[in-house]
């Protein structure tokens, strides 16, 4: 008997990186414009499990230039590759000590990808296998400046977040054929 196996149906996550020069106006942006974000979210309530350190503008997100210039970049690779890119929204993210954003996915937004840029090097994103048969039951993805994974929106994530340092991201639901 000789055993083997194939792994079939392997879910990507797609990585581009960055460099320092490219995000230097989105950093200075975010910095600006952090006490609307945080305005925003407290009018929201956004407040999520009872974390009062984490802020969020997702219900009526800030316009960010220079994230949108950065995905025109992001759109200019697919649409050499014969895809169609689209940002339908995209939001920002603060992540104080012990802030917490539990398993969650992004399938009611009607787009297949959804995506994060992380702007500090604080924290990490837990992905959970959609395969319940799989040998792999998550993969952490550890924060990078510059670092912007896209990721199929049906995929459930969570953030535990337990520095004392701030953790800033920008993520988006894509559309992405």
């Not at 009872?50 to 950065?70: V, W």
């Amino acid at each position: 008997m000789i055993p083997s196996s194939v792994d079939v149906f392997a879910t990507s996550i797609i990585k581009f990186q960055f460099n320092q020069s490219e995000i230097e106006d989105l950093l200075d942006e975010i910095d600006q414009k952090k006490n609307k974000i945080k305005k925003t979210s407290s009018f929201y309530n956004t407040t999520i499990n009872g974390s009062d350190e984490y802020y969020t503008d997702f219900l009526k997100p800030t316009k960010i230039h220079s994230f949108e210039m950065l995905m025109n970049t992001v759109g200019a690779y697919y649409v050499s590759n014969n895809l169609s890119f689209n940002v339908a929204h995209y939001w920002t993210a603060l992540y104080g000590k012990n802030s917490v954003h539990e398993a969650h996915n992004h399938t009611s937004n009607n787009c297949n990808f959804a995506s994060i840029l992380y702007l500090t090097n604080n924290g990490k994103t837990t992905f959970y296998t959609p395969n319940f048969l799989s040998k792999q039951e998550f993969h952490e993805e550890q924060a990078e400046v510059g670092k912007f994974v896209i990721f199929p929106s049906q995929l459930f994530h969570s953030v535990f977040y337990k520095h004392n340092a701030e953790r800033v991201i920008m993520s988006a639901n894509l559309d992405i054929k």
